[in-house]
Nanobody, 124 residues
């Protein structure tokens, strides 16, 4: 299984970024694909997830209304559209895969496969 994130960068507060997660070797018929983030000195936290079986979406309360997760099943890519970014959204964003349906919110330690992360910085 391979997981590769891209799309991070530096934006001013209020700006937008779209992250991509390219997945290979993972059966997308069931399970979940999620986005997590980790700021310096803080624990990794779940941001959003999508169930591969039916497209059910989950979001952390802190990003509801600003972030949107979507998928292109044909291309095996999951996206995270991030709007109205705030300085507290800054961190290393990871894409992760889980082989069964997770509870949400979900502890990061139960997820099976991880990408290398992409840095998101919202700062003026």
């Amino acid at each position: 299984v391979q997981v590769v994130e891209s799309g991070g960068g530096l934006v001013q507060p209020g700006g937008s970024l779209k992250l991509s997660c390219a997945v290979s070797g993972f059966t997308m018929d069931y399970g979940a694909i999620g986005w997590f983030r980790q700021a310096p000195g803080k624990e990794r936290e779940g941001v959003s997830a999508i169930l591969t079986s039916d497209g059910t979406r989950y979001y952390a309360d802190s990003v509801k209304g600003r972030f949107a997760i979507s998928r292109d099943s044909a291309k095996h890519i999951v996206y995270l559209q991030m709007n109205n970014l705030k300085p507290e959204d800054t961190g290393l964003y990871y894409c992760a895969l889980y082989s069964v349906t997770p509870a949400w919110p979900s502890g990061w330690w139960i997820w099976d496969w991880w990408g290398q992360g992409t840095q998101v910085t919202a700062s003026s």
